[in-house]
């Protein structure tokens, strides 16, 4: 069993930035961990991932030069900076955790956190 808890969503302007943490505990040796987003009345949409080793990551397009998804030696927690903020960006981010390679399916991930909400004010 593992427990997800994200933190650092908040309300930021335009062009700012705000890093996003998810703690692990429990069971966590050898999993990756993703971030995905949720907008309001959209689908749950992947964001990033990093491998357990931290070598591997992956960006969804929208991400990709803006977020930058990291863990240290210590492997916990996950973090997702992301700088230069739009409102698109305005989502509940959940991480997720599965073994393996990256991927950008749901229903991949065998545990979810509760989200963390970004708001990005124009």
């Known amino acids: 069993q593992m427990r997800l808890v994200e933190s650092g969503g908040g309300l930021v302007q335009a062009g700012g930035s705000l890093r996003l943490s998810c703690a692990a505990s429990?069971?966590?040796?050898?999993?990756?961990m993703g971030w995905f987003r949720q907008a309001p009345g959209k689908e749950r949409d992947f964001v990033a991932f990093?491998?357990?080793?931290?070598?591997?990551?992956d960006y969804a397009d929208s991400a990709k030069g803006r977020f930058t998804i990291s863990r240290d030696n210590a492997k916990n927690p996950v973090y997702l900076q992301m700088n230069s903020l739009k409102p698109e960006d305005t989502a509940v981010y959940y991480c997720?955790?599965?073994?393996?390679?990256?991927?950008?399916?749901?229903?991949?991930?065998?545990?979810w956190g509760q989200g963390t909400q970004v708001t990005v004010s124009s």
């Open positions: 997720a955790a599965r073994v393996g390679s990256t991927s950008t399916e749901e229903w991949a991930y065998d545990y």
């Open positions: 429990g069971h966590t040796f050898g999993y990756g």
């Open positions: 990093i491998s357990w080793s931290g070598g591997t990551t």
